[in-house]
């Protein structure tokens, strides 16, 4: 009863792996989308509450009060963190030591989204424990890596082609943002914008269930409430666009400072991983004495900010020493994310622009207002995403009237960090410098959503290269187009039912020409002789193998690499493997019209 039930749901898998190989699989993406978005959402949650409930049993309830502790515990605790983590990393694989966002993109890219467990793992602990500890990042970046590795590794454990990894590591990126910060829309651009980098009408649908999911979960556990408190403003004056102009450009020049102090440091991590996390911890402690606000992602003190609680001296030191100690550190290699941070960067510059422009105008906007154009400004122009800038601050502060003047200033902030300076966002310079391209052409793009199940031709007979003339006219008779040959060598080759049959009829020619010549007692030899597939004067093509669950960047990426001109699609399962269809050159050339 169960291995019949077994073989059962195995069939209706396979079907299930075929239709997602094809671009228009939109139903099974949904389901899928549905799964992930769960499964993220929950993975996320866990962390979530891992880091605010740690520190809220240490803080009495407010979970990012390092401000509370005493100028030798805010030193200490960094310092501890920092080692510790370093002498966790000094024992584990350099090749599982990359984590965040940018793994992400790099696996993403090179991997066709297939992201490790391990990876995952130092992520989630390792990422708890920096938080924890007090150290200048923020938990957006591990929760992105936590959503988009889940959801990777369901598609890898049933076996899904590679073409719709993409579209569950995006779907487990929408429902980690969300779950971080309830913004379900948000989560959406970011996946479209960051980590896939195209909008396309299918990926759409399931990163929005996706990010619907996570960001109903988030409520269910955490409750409604933003964990910003962004105020209803609004722009006072039309005279201050002038004003809101400069301002993108300072936030454009801070966001260059920022994205080249990181990569300036980041060449340093060619030096032992205890060495790297000791001076971070350093940096972070000594820094965290004098200004403890640095500490934790800081939402806390972007809260007093945007309350107008904090002076402005503060306000300046709090923007120079969060900036280069989070540069710093996550440039060292620090577990953890930008985004918390920016938005606290970004927030306390514009509040000191608001302050100045009140100060030139009494009738202008109110310093808050800068505050929330602050943080979309550095958000947008560092991670080069200001659609997910927009939509992130649009949700927080469900205040239409803050679009107009937020658009203005981060397209001012984006435009000076790419023209002006000539940078991109700052995980793009981070695969730049790693030695892969920043982007995703066109055509790659195109090719890396369809499974190559889907353009494979099926019409296929397997046989050996010596076969008698009984089993060629079985072949005949069957609808195979191609024949695949195994010789004793045990390598493939092609060659088509076409070339077979002017084979056969030329056997069957010389039968009736040795019927009427004067040695007809060679007949027999001729027409029972065993045919020698490889020796047929036909086209014969060479195969390479390719594995069932690849897309057809991969397939033309083996074809301009070998030279082949047919690709053998082989199912792997367990210790054995089947052929299932092949690739020629000129099929795959005409799917894509080149």
Request: with cysteine; charged share 15%.
């Amino acid at each position: 009863m169960i291995e019949p039930l077994k073989e059962h749901a195995e069939k209706l898998l396979e079907a299930f792996r075929q239709r997602l190989s094809y671009y228009d699989a939109l139903p099974q993406l949904i389901g899928l989308g549905i799964v992930s978005g769960l499964l993220s959402a929950l993975l996320v949650t866990l962390f979530r509450l891992l880091v605010e409930g740690s520190l809220a049993q240490v803080f009495d309830g407010a979970p990012d009060n390092f401000e509370g502790l005493a100028p030798l515990w805010r030193f200490l605790l960094p310092v501890s963190g920092a080692l510790l983590l370093g002498l966790i990393l000094t024992r584990i694989n350099r090749g599982a030591q990359t984590v965040g966002v940018s793994h992400v993109l790099e696996r993403l890219r090179n991997h066709q989204g297939r992201l490790p467990g391990k990876n995952l793992l130092l992520q989630f602990f390792g990422g708890s424990l920096a938080l924890i500890s007090g150290q200048s990042v923020g938990r957006e970046g591990p929760g992105v890596h936590l959503g988009a590795g889940i959801a990777s590794l369901l598609g890898q454990w049933l076996e899904l082609p590679n073409n719709s990894l993409r579209t569950l590591i995006a779907c487990g990126a929408a429902a980690s943002i969300a779950a971080a910060f309830n913004t379900p829309l948000a989560g959406v651009i970011f996946a479209m914008e960051v980590i896939l980098m195209e909008y396309t009408m299918v990926g759409f649908i399931p990163v929005i269930i996706a990010s619907v999911l996570g960001s109903t979960i988030s409520q269910v556990v955490f409750g409604s409430d933003s964990l910003i408190d962004v105020p209803l403003v609004e722009l006072n004056l039309l005279w201050e666009i002038p004003f809101m102009i400069f301002a993108g450009l300072l936030f454009a020049v801070v966001a260059v400072f920022f994205i080249r102090l990181h990569l300036f440091v980041y060449r340093w991590r060619s030096i032992s991983v205890l060495q790297r996390f000791a001076g971070a911890g350093l940096l972070t402690g000594i820094v965290a004495v004098f200004v403890p606000e640095i500490m934790g992602t800081g939402y806390d003190t972007l809260n007093e900010v945007i309350a107008g609680n904090v002076a402005v001296r503060l306000l300046i030191v709090i923007v120079i020493a969060k900036l280069v100690v989070t540069a710093t550190v996550t440039g060292l290699g620090m577990i953890g994310g930008l985004i918390g941070p920016l938005l606290v960067i970004g927030g306390c510059l514009g509040g000191v622009l608001g302050v100045i422009g009140n100060s030139l105008v009494a009738e202008a906007s109110s310093p808050d207002f800068y505050v929330i154009l602050g943080m979309v400004a550095m958000m947008g122009a560092v991670l080069n995403a200001p659609m997910a800038a927009l939509v992130t601050i649009l949700e927080l502060s469900g205040n239409p009237g803050i679009i107009f003047p937020s658009m203005l200033l981060v397209v001012v902030a984006c435009v000076g960090v790419q023209q002006l300076f000539k940078n991109q966002g700052i995980f793009a310079e981070q695969l730049q410098y790693q030695g892969f391209k920043s982007y995703e052409e066109p055509a790659r793009q195109f090719l890396s959503r369809i499974g190559v199940r889907s353009v494979m031709n099926t019409s296929i007979t397997v046989t050996t290269e010596s076969i008698s003339p009984e089993h060629a006219q079985n072949i005949l008779k069957g609808d195979a187009v191609w024949i695949v040959i195994e010789s004793e060598d045990k390598e493939l080759n092609l060659m088509s039912t076409a070339d077979l049959a002017k084979h056969v009829d030329t056997i069957i020619a010389q039968s009736e020409d040795q019927k009427n010549s004067s040695a007809p007692e060679n007949l027999e030899s001729v027409q029972n002789a065993p045919i020698q597939l490889l020796d047929i004067a036909a086209r014969n093509f060479s195969l390479v193998q390719l594995d069932s669950k690849s897309n057809l960047f991969e397939a033309n990426r083996l074809i301009q690499e070998d030279g082949a001109e047919a690709l053998c699609v082989v199912r792997r399962y367990g210790q054995g493997q089947s052929i299932i269809g092949v690739l020629t050159r000129d099929a795959l050339q005409k799917f894509y019209g080149i």
